[in-house]
Protein backbone atom coordinates (compact mmCIF):
# COMPACT_ATOMS: atom_id res chain seq x y z
CA UNK A 1 0.00 0.00 0.00
CA UNK A 2 1.30 3.28 -1.08
CA UNK A 3 1.82 5.66 1.80
CA UNK A 4 3.08 9.25 1.57
CA UNK A 5 3.73 11.62 4.63
CA UNK A 6 4.89 14.54 4.10
CA UNK A 7 6.49 17.26 7.04
CA UNK A 8 8.51 20.03 7.78
CA UNK A 9 5.38 22.70 7.03
CA UNK A 10 5.16 25.55 10.05
CA UNK A 11 4.69 29.67 9.67
CA UNK A 12 7.76 31.27 8.45
CA UNK A 13 8.60 35.18 7.67
CA UNK A 14 9.39 36.32 4.00
CA UNK A 15 12.98 35.93 3.09
CA UNK A 16 13.07 32.92 5.56
CA UNK A 17 13.81 29.16 4.34
CA UNK A 18 12.08 25.67 5.33
CA UNK A 19 12.65 22.53 4.21
CA UNK A 20 9.84 20.12 3.28
CA UNK A 21 10.42 16.37 3.23
CA UNK A 22 7.90 13.30 2.17
CA UNK A 23 8.29 9.62 3.65
CA UNK A 24 7.47 7.10 1.42
CA UNK A 25 6.67 3.74 1.34
CA UNK A 26 4.82 0.78 -0.11
CA UNK A 27 6.64 0.78 -3.93
CA UNK A 28 10.03 0.74 -5.11
CA UNK A 29 10.82 4.33 -4.40
CA UNK A 30 14.21 4.87 -6.88
CA UNK A 31 11.79 3.75 -9.64
CA UNK A 32 9.49 6.72 -9.77
CA UNK A 33 9.39 10.30 -10.51
CA UNK A 34 8.35 12.39 -7.63
CA UNK A 35 6.51 15.62 -7.82
CA UNK A 36 5.71 18.52 -5.38
CA UNK A 37 2.16 20.52 -6.03
CA UNK A 38 1.00 23.00 -4.10
CA UNK A 39 -2.71 24.91 -3.45
CA UNK A 40 -3.41 28.30 -2.13
CA UNK A 41 -5.82 28.95 0.10
CA UNK A 42 -9.23 28.75 -2.08
CA UNK A 43 -7.37 28.15 -4.86
CA UNK A 44 -6.67 25.38 -7.61
CA UNK A 45 -3.76 23.12 -7.65
CA UNK A 46 -0.79 24.67 -8.96
CA UNK A 47 2.20 21.92 -10.11
CA UNK A 48 5.68 22.75 -8.87
CA UNK A 49 8.50 20.72 -9.50
CA UNK A 50 9.41 16.92 -10.04
CA UNK A 51 12.25 15.46 -9.89
CA UNK A 52 13.65 11.66 -11.96
CA UNK A 53 13.65 8.44 -10.21
CA UNK A 54 17.56 8.45 -10.16
CA UNK A 55 17.34 12.40 -9.59
CA UNK A 56 19.06 13.19 -13.03
CA UNK A 57 16.57 15.20 -13.96
CA UNK A 58 14.61 17.73 -11.94
CA UNK A 59 12.32 21.09 -13.23
CA UNK A 60 10.29 23.44 -11.68
CA UNK A 61 7.33 26.35 -12.64
CA UNK A 62 8.67 29.62 -13.08
CA UNK A 63 7.75 31.18 -10.15
CA UNK A 64 10.00 29.04 -7.89
CA UNK A 65 13.08 28.46 -10.20
CA UNK A 66 15.69 30.14 -8.21
CA UNK A 67 14.24 29.51 -4.74
CA UNK A 68 13.14 26.17 -4.55
CA UNK A 69 15.02 23.26 -5.04
CA UNK A 70 13.79 19.48 -5.44
CA UNK A 71 16.21 16.38 -3.99
CA UNK A 72 15.83 13.25 -3.00
CA UNK A 73 16.94 10.26 -1.20
CA UNK A 74 16.46 7.18 -2.66
CA UNK A 75 18.37 5.16 -0.10
CA UNK A 76 15.75 6.51 2.86
CA UNK A 77 12.31 6.97 0.25
CA UNK A 78 12.42 10.48 1.03
CA UNK A 79 11.69 13.54 -1.10
CA UNK A 80 12.99 16.70 0.27
CA UNK A 81 11.86 20.49 -1.21
CA UNK A 82 13.87 23.07 0.04
CA UNK A 83 12.41 26.76 0.10
CA UNK A 84 14.41 29.68 0.26
CA UNK A 85 13.58 33.19 0.06
CA UNK A 86 9.85 32.59 1.02
CA UNK A 87 7.14 35.30 0.23
CA UNK A 88 3.62 35.35 0.99
CA UNK A 89 2.18 34.25 -2.60
CA UNK A 90 4.33 30.50 -1.53
CA UNK A 91 1.68 30.54 1.34
CA UNK A 92 0.16 26.64 0.44
CA UNK A 93 -0.87 23.24 1.47
CA UNK A 94 2.19 21.49 -0.06
CA UNK A 95 1.42 17.69 -1.28
CA UNK A 96 4.13 15.13 -2.21
CA UNK A 97 2.64 13.06 -5.46
CA UNK A 98 4.03 9.95 -6.83
CA UNK A 99 4.43 9.80 -10.58
CA UNK A 100 3.34 6.54 -12.74
CA UNK A 101 6.50 6.72 -14.38
CA UNK A 102 10.35 6.70 -13.75
CA UNK A 103 10.53 10.36 -15.50
CA UNK A 104 7.69 13.06 -16.89
CA UNK A 105 4.81 12.57 -19.06
CA UNK A 106 3.03 10.67 -16.91
CA UNK A 107 0.06 11.28 -13.98
CA UNK A 108 0.30 11.28 -10.67
CA UNK A 109 -1.22 8.44 -9.07
CA UNK A 110 -0.34 8.73 -5.22
CA UNK A 111 -0.44 11.77 -3.35
CA UNK A 112 -0.08 12.49 0.39
CA UNK A 113 -2.16 14.27 2.65
CA UNK A 114 -0.19 17.82 2.35
CA UNK A 115 1.72 19.61 4.59
CA UNK A 116 0.66 23.58 5.16
CA UNK A 117 3.48 26.33 4.72
CA UNK A 118 2.04 29.68 5.89
CA UNK A 119 4.63 32.88 4.78
CA UNK A 120 3.73 35.81 6.80
CA UNK A 121 5.74 38.62 8.68
CA UNK B 1 4.19 27.35 -20.79
CA UNK B 2 0.88 25.33 -21.81
CA UNK B 3 -2.65 27.24 -20.13
CA UNK B 4 -5.35 24.68 -19.71
CA UNK B 5 -9.03 26.23 -19.30
CA UNK B 6 -11.55 24.20 -17.88
CA UNK B 7 -15.79 24.81 -18.45
CA UNK B 8 -17.31 25.77 -16.24
CA UNK B 9 -15.42 26.93 -13.16
CA UNK B 10 -18.93 25.41 -11.32
CA UNK B 11 -21.43 22.91 -12.13
CA UNK B 12 -25.02 22.03 -9.91
CA UNK B 13 -26.44 18.55 -10.71
CA UNK B 14 -28.63 16.20 -9.41
CA UNK B 15 -27.80 12.57 -8.60
CA UNK B 16 -28.20 10.48 -11.26
CA UNK B 17 -27.56 13.28 -13.75
CA UNK B 18 -25.18 12.61 -16.54
CA UNK B 19 -22.14 15.40 -16.47
CA UNK B 20 -19.72 16.68 -18.51
CA UNK B 21 -16.20 18.88 -17.76
CA UNK B 22 -14.44 20.22 -20.95
CA UNK B 23 -10.70 21.02 -20.89
CA UNK B 24 -8.94 22.85 -23.61
CA UNK B 25 -5.26 23.08 -24.15
CA UNK B 26 -3.59 26.39 -25.47
CA UNK B 27 -1.55 24.25 -27.57
CA UNK B 28 -1.60 20.38 -28.97
CA UNK B 29 -0.82 17.75 -26.02
CA UNK B 30 -1.55 14.70 -27.93
CA UNK B 31 -3.02 12.40 -25.25
CA UNK B 32 -0.89 13.85 -22.55
CA UNK B 33 -3.93 14.78 -20.31
CA UNK B 34 -5.57 13.24 -16.53
CA UNK B 35 -8.00 14.10 -14.72
CA UNK B 36 -8.46 14.49 -10.59
CA UNK B 37 -10.95 14.54 -8.05
CA UNK B 38 -10.20 16.87 -5.30
CA UNK B 39 -12.60 16.51 -1.92
CA UNK B 40 -12.11 19.15 0.48
CA UNK B 41 -9.94 17.56 3.56
CA UNK B 42 -8.35 15.20 1.28
CA UNK B 43 -5.36 14.10 -0.81
CA UNK B 44 -6.18 14.81 -4.65
CA UNK B 45 -6.90 11.18 -6.82
CA UNK B 46 -6.36 10.48 -10.58
CA UNK B 47 -9.32 9.71 -12.23
CA UNK B 48 -7.65 9.25 -15.86
CA UNK B 49 -4.77 9.23 -17.53
CA UNK B 50 -3.54 9.85 -20.86
CA UNK B 51 -7.06 11.40 -21.48
CA UNK B 52 -9.12 8.17 -21.61
CA UNK B 53 -7.75 5.13 -19.50
CA UNK B 54 -9.37 4.64 -16.00
CA UNK B 55 -7.41 4.33 -13.18
CA UNK B 56 -7.71 0.83 -11.13
CA UNK B 57 -10.44 1.07 -9.04
CA UNK B 58 -12.20 4.08 -10.49
CA UNK B 59 -15.43 3.50 -11.57
CA UNK B 60 -16.63 3.01 -14.52
CA UNK B 61 -19.25 5.90 -14.47
CA UNK B 62 -16.04 8.08 -15.24
CA UNK B 63 -14.78 8.36 -18.95
CA UNK B 64 -12.31 10.59 -20.94
CA UNK B 65 -12.25 11.64 -24.41
CA UNK B 66 -10.21 13.74 -26.42
CA UNK B 67 -6.72 14.52 -28.26
CA UNK B 68 -5.39 17.61 -29.27
CA UNK B 69 -6.18 20.39 -27.57
CA UNK B 70 -9.66 19.57 -26.94
CA UNK B 71 -10.65 16.86 -23.96
CA UNK B 72 -13.87 15.92 -21.75
CA UNK B 73 -14.73 14.01 -19.02
CA UNK B 74 -17.70 12.50 -18.24
CA UNK B 75 -19.60 11.14 -15.23
CA UNK B 76 -22.50 8.68 -16.73
CA UNK B 77 -24.92 9.07 -13.79
CA UNK B 78 -23.81 10.89 -10.70
CA UNK B 79 -23.62 9.68 -7.53
CA UNK B 80 -23.01 11.26 -4.21
CA UNK B 81 -19.91 10.37 -3.47
CA UNK B 82 -18.85 12.08 -6.69
CA UNK B 83 -19.32 15.90 -5.49
CA UNK B 84 -16.19 17.37 -5.73
CA UNK B 85 -13.78 19.80 -7.68
CA UNK B 86 -12.20 17.70 -10.90
CA UNK B 87 -9.02 19.61 -12.20
CA UNK B 88 -7.65 18.27 -15.53
CA UNK B 89 -3.68 18.63 -16.15
CA UNK B 90 -1.29 18.48 -18.99
CA UNK B 91 1.84 16.10 -18.56
CA UNK B 92 3.64 17.18 -22.18
CA UNK B 93 5.99 19.39 -21.20
CA UNK B 94 6.53 21.03 -17.72
CA UNK B 95 5.32 23.00 -15.82
CA UNK B 96 2.84 20.03 -15.97
CA UNK B 97 -0.05 22.58 -15.67
CA UNK B 98 -3.49 22.09 -14.34
CA UNK B 99 -7.02 23.96 -15.30
CA UNK B 100 -8.22 25.88 -12.48
CA UNK B 101 -10.61 23.63 -11.17
CA UNK B 102 -14.57 22.44 -11.98
CA UNK B 103 -16.61 22.14 -9.02
CA UNK B 104 -19.21 20.08 -9.01
CA UNK B 105 -22.34 20.44 -6.83
CA UNK B 106 -25.35 19.19 -5.64
CA UNK B 107 -28.65 20.79 -6.69
Known amino acids: QVHLVESGGGVVQPGRSLRLSCAAS????????MHWVRQAPGKGLEWVSIIWSDGSNEHYVDSVKGRFTISRDNSKSTLYLQMNSLRTEDTALYYC??????????????WGQGTLVTVSS | DIQMTQSPSSLSASVGDRVTITCRASQSISSYLNWYQHKPGKSPKVLIFVASELQSGVPSRFSGSGSGTDFTLTISSLQPEDFATYYCQQSLTTPYTFGQGTKLEIK
Open chain 1, 26 to 33: GFTFSSYA
Open chain 1, 97 to 110: AKGADYGGNSDLDY
